[in-house]
């Protein structure tokens, strides 16, 4: 790639020094050679491929436009996967992320739930009947729980499937305004299916949630059905591409066999059956936070990155020595400071993301088995980890598209685009506070049970240690002389919480507001405690890297980089007690600003190891060739503002 | 207003349990009750204007139409300022915040630089030339600084301006690509004129900047002028009201006439003859950055504490104690936790803002009289605080964002429209790291003087004290006693950054080099010093309110929870040095806990006397009546995606 593109020559200068092999550096980003390997041959033939190159530019279409080409695009997608013969669900994610860069498309329920959620709830016979359709894309469906009144809370769910045993139907129902089916992308007017949860009502008794299969629109005209009202629910922060939307039930009659009956059933007679534990649909719910960890929020932070660091070399601006050139932005400290912790958050995030994959697997595994040991702690684990990891993927973008300077704000660095794309995920799949003080209270309790002289395993085994050792951070700044403070830092942090709930009960307050009176605490727990594993996983990814000296060099630098820039800003953390001193805090601050200096040469090479092509970052500013200025003008001149001299108004009335 | 509504009922109950005079907290807020007066005034004369009543939903319009409507209003705004026979800025000021709420005028720029820069920088005759016209809107002008390539940098521009004595012309011209001018509101396709700065040459000789008068496009036609190439800079993160434009300038001929002459002059014969100093400049420049305090951060961050305290009150969510019903959310003390420090941050800024009026007055007329002795310090001061205010702002307002949940992320929430509009302010007039280094720098090199014997005054001369004293908090958490450890944390802060600097010369680096080195803590101290001057202002603003008891005590609550909220989320460095011990810290934290508590009664009434309107906050979650869930569902149909149950697409064709 690099050879055949006239470079700017402060971006090719870069490159030219660094000293680390990229490809392999890339393997392990990728998680594997074979994966990047398949990647680029995707990327290859999409690239290539005549139905699907060129496409207009995304940045000057309306909100309309928009969605339009969201699913013409959704539509190839789903005629590409055939033709490309690709069959798994990871072929199909990674094909979408090509097919869409940083947006969303309209049918992605079709695969992310409505095609699981027929084979994970659905009998034998409801999977043939529902999954070969939408496995061929004959039926388009979406997945329909949060509602205009309710999210977080489950049980608060107010639509109704009440069965009728005379017709042997069910009569699903929205009762009040805030029962409203709200949220779920597809729905407004993409998809003619959805998968309803709703509660269960039969023989005048509620067995709460389940889900059911309903047809919303004719597969014909593709005109909503009698008794359903559904439409786009109107433009939001981003998503554009996608219609969020909103579904009303109006005593709509659906046959009882379109209740999904693996797991429980209602017979014809109306008698409720329970079947299985539903153990199995919480893997899945873990399976989707871990691929949030890898998918969105290493994705956001590496591309963000990117963007960021390469802009910062091209762009020269102000002096340092006085007379002197005006110097790479790069170049100055304050700069770097903002974007090599990012740098090095992406890696972190990104074995987190794999090492999480692999603990799903495992888990899956034992749980077929009937194995369910593991599942409490690595479910508190991901729910910490996808609040972590997307949190610090929030602002970190930011971070990146404000060290840009005016250009960031421009849609043509790609930052809005990434950032708008992406922060739903600190919201959807668990709202981030919510997950925080899960993970936080089951840290408590698994204390208070060590307490009780119960062994803690896994990733809390660490909590049962005493509290009362202190740093032994010197003047050598090591890796694992940082994660025992950040041991420390945590188990701390969650002995605090735990001191605040006991202490609380104690006075006599009931257990719910024990609980909510320690909740600051508890996500700060949860934070401490996931921090200290995303360190801990960072450093043995590396102990385990295939690997050159180089590549283990440069990974060891960002790591310590990740462990000393997160002790510099929480230090307040690692002070208490007295257990780090003042000297030590600034003997960590000074390594944290040498590693700066050491990371400043290869800075863009580590960004140009994610190895993500300009059709990817969709950013002027981020382009491989560093061709920023003369882009960024060609760009302007290809708005729709411009395609006048003088401006002829749209027509806009007061309503 | 709350009479003729059907309010929300618990919300409602919110309201009713409010123990303090709204009406007061208001003025205080506002600055004064005559303020106040105007402001509501102006209000309702607008909603019942029928030239600007109704008008079409922002969030439905499109890119292009969103310009259309801002235009639109702008001409408006020009009409009713004569109309209402508004005369000076500030009313200006005041009737566009209400004509275009959360949104940018295709025109600002006429009131906030065009007209200004003819009165400050043109003699008395181009005053009486072009003043006049620009207050009639006979002439619309833009300010044309930044180009392509450069914008903090002044010295780095590129456009010239080369005086011809032959013709008695000035040449103005883009003599690269990087020098276009890129940024400036209304320039693509609004303005007619603008005011170029440029590198002035004559006889050879460059001068540095000047301001240049350019006529851009014809009055008549509105097509562009020979020689001049302007055009829209294309789409961004917000501002779509707004034409951001690029300027290219190809040898176009100005009379030397055109040059504003007020400070400096270039004969006929082209010699160049410099009157005055531009201190006067500083002043305009510390106005405007003096506005943002108030105009921009207090605005974004009081609206959108409104929106999300009214929402957290009307939204019930998930269960605190078992089997009871579903609490406001704004019972979570995590949301508590997230909301009221927001609060207290923009009754902070608003005393900040008023506060900075007033010295820029005094400033100002210190000045006139010759005297240029506070403009140093007030320069460094209005710096960090225009970073410090804008850079909590926009954490805040996410923080609101997210703190709705998933309706946060729809356009219906006002809050993203608050964020994309406020955001640039991080950027705009100073970008805040640059302005931050420029604060420490000041304060550093203010330290190294007072150590030489000098004598620092106003809000430095806290650095010259010494720096041994330990935390007097004890089981009293009191603002007096958190206002020395602010002031202990950013004198170490300036001491440490003063320290690194010394020893970076005395290591034998460049001074240029040891500055930045010195950069991340130069940025650290420069927000400590903000933190703490905006506490002292907030406290002594406070001390100085003519208010009722009652009123007072909730700002004392305020400011308290600032202070702790401040410590808590900055910890270590106040741990540092053993300044503050861990029991105090504790202490501290469970003290700003107990203020949660104390504030929730009053948290609904607190931003109900922020006093916005409905039209100004442009949400339905934040609508005064509480009526959420209806209006969103009343918003979502109006959609355009809705005005069809199937939908048609827009023809998107592959480029």
Redesign the interface.
Known sequence: MASKVRVNQDLQRERDRANFNLEQLTYIFDGSREYTQKRRYLEKRIAEDPELK????Y???????K???G??KATLLAKKLKEYKLGDFTDAFLLRSIIFPNEASPMSLQIDMFIPGIMGLGTEEQQRRWGEKAMAYEIIGTYAQ?E??????L??LETTATYDPTTHEFVLHSPT??S?K??PGGL???TNHAIVMAMLYTRGKCHGLHAFMVQTRDLE????LPGVEV?????????HTV?NG?LRLDHLHIPRMNMLMKNSQVLEDGTYVRKKSDKLSYGTMLFVRSTIVKGVATNALAQAATIAVRYSAV????????GGV?PQVL?????Q??LFPVISQAYAFSAVGLHLRNLYLRLNYDIQQGNVELLAEIHSLTCGLKAFSTDQM??SV?ICR?SC??H?????SGL?KIYDVH??A???EG????LY?QCGRSLVKALLQAQKGVTLSGSMAYLSQVCDDKCSVTSQVTVDALLKSYEWRARRAVHKAARMYKGRLQAGE?D??AW??T??HL?LAAKAHCHKYVLKTFAESIQQAEAGADVVRVLQQLCLLYATHGVTT?????????FMD?RQ?ELVNDHM?RLLTDIRPNAVALVDAFDFTDDKLCSVLGRYDGQV??N??K????????ET???I???????
Chains 1, 2 share one sequence.
């Open positions: 060129g496409g207009p530019n940045y000057f279409l309306s909100n309309s436009e969605y339009a080409n699913v013409r949060t205009l009144g309710h999210g977080t809370h049980r608060g305004l805030t409203i709200w949220w407004g007017k993409t005209t593709h005109e909503p439409g786009d629910i109107g433009p939001k922060m981003g998503y219609d909103y762009r020269r601006q102000s002096e340092l020595k006085p005006e170049d100055y400290v304050t700069q400071y903002k929030m602002w930011e404000l300077g005016g960031g704000f421009s849609q043509a809005p922060v739903p600190c919201t959807y709202e981030n506070t919510v003080l009931a719910y507001n909510n009176q909740g600051v996500v929480n230090s307040g953390q690692f002070l208490e007690c007295g003042t805090l600003l200025y003369e960024l003008y760009w302007a001149r290809q708005s729709s503002r411009n001299q003088v401006r108004f749209t027509t806009v009335t007061p309503q």
